[in-house]
């Protein structure tokens, strides 16, 4: 009876990885070959954000343009070398990607405690979780055991990345590809909850929406005379604006409210309550009435995100430095700087 139940228990356990599909993936990865890996993480950004309180944002969204493109793979953290294009020049990395030195920061404190073990991937995943919970948004079980990749494809990072002027159908298209359907659309904008976006990501819905020389209808009067200040007619497009207008540094689901106001920063946002008949409205609505809701949605999507087309086993490797491929540093004579290589090792 015992070992009946024993092999239902393995049968179940097997269906459900086989479902999943995390079946190489574990949160307990590195207890053994790293137990402090999460308070070391932890600690290490938990400092920076007595400084930066944007860094929660900017280090879920780093994780969020790894898996996009390659998968989860510490792909976007590649600098250029001879070898290497690298994705932060890609158009929706470039100038916009923040907080590299944080993770080559964590990435030291990691080698000091456990050489050679833990993935740049990993470290970002982990990262996003951290960042979520320091703003005040949910924390989740992590599966761990990713590899790095000895590959960028900057061509990729132009493709997949979706644009802030995407419409409804072209958002749901580029997560689908990705295995991430409308839910998990919806659910995952959220983590605009926080962070900044600049005026070149807005801009076209401020003056001259689509050539109507009126502004975007879908976007509260209110909100256009407080967007136009910070974002002059002819401004280079750098200035910054909060992605929530209601608690700009705090992990909530008052995103999902702002856009019930018509109050979301980006088209990308707004177009998920302001498509007429979209089947993301009601999911919208009801992120807004239960941000419990959210956060159990949001924990999902994460863990879903963090599982795309990631390499286990012996498959890649275990970068020394987050920035280059191992054996690949002659190509720091190309745009990198020694110094950045010999004080993180
Ligand atoms: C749905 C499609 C998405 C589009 C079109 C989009 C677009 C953008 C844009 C244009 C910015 C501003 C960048 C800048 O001005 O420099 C931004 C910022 C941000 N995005 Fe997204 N995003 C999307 C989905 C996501 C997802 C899935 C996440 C994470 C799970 C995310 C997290 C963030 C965060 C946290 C910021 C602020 C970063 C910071 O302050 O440093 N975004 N996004
Ligand atoms: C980048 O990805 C594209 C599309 O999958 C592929 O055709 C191309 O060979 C890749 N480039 C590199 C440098 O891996
Ligand atoms: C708005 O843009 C359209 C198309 O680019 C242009 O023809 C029109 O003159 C612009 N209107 C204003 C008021 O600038
Ligand atoms: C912006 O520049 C255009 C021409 O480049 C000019 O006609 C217009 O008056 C400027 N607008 C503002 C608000 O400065
Ligand atoms: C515009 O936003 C304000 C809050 O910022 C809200 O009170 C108002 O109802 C919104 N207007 C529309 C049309 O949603
Ligand atoms: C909010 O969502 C949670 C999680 O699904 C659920 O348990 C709870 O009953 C919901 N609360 C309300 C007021 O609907
Ligand atoms: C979308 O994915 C979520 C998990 O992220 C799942 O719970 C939900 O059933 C899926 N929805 C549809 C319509 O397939
Ligand atoms: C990698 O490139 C970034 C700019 O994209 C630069 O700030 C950083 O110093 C480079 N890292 C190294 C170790 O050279």
Redesign the pocket.
Known sequence: MGSMRIVLGVALWCAVLMHTGYAQLSPSFYSQTCPFLYPIVFRVIYEASHTDPRIGASLIRLHFHDCFVQGCDGSVLLNNTDTIVSEQDAFPNRNSLKRLDVVNKIKTAVEEECPNTVSCADILTIAAEVSSILGGGPSWPIPLGRRDSLTANITLANQNLPGPFSTLDQLKASFLVQGLNTTDLVTLSGAHTFGRARCSAFINRLYNFSGTGNPDPTLNTTYLQTLRLICPQNSTGNNLANLDLTTPNHFDNKYYSNLQNLNGLLHSDQVLLSTPNADTIAIVNSFS??Q??FF?NFRVSMIKMANIGVLTGDEGEIRLQCNFVNGNSAGLARGGSKDGLLSSL
Do not use: G, R, V
């Open positions: 009435n239960n419990s809701l159990l």
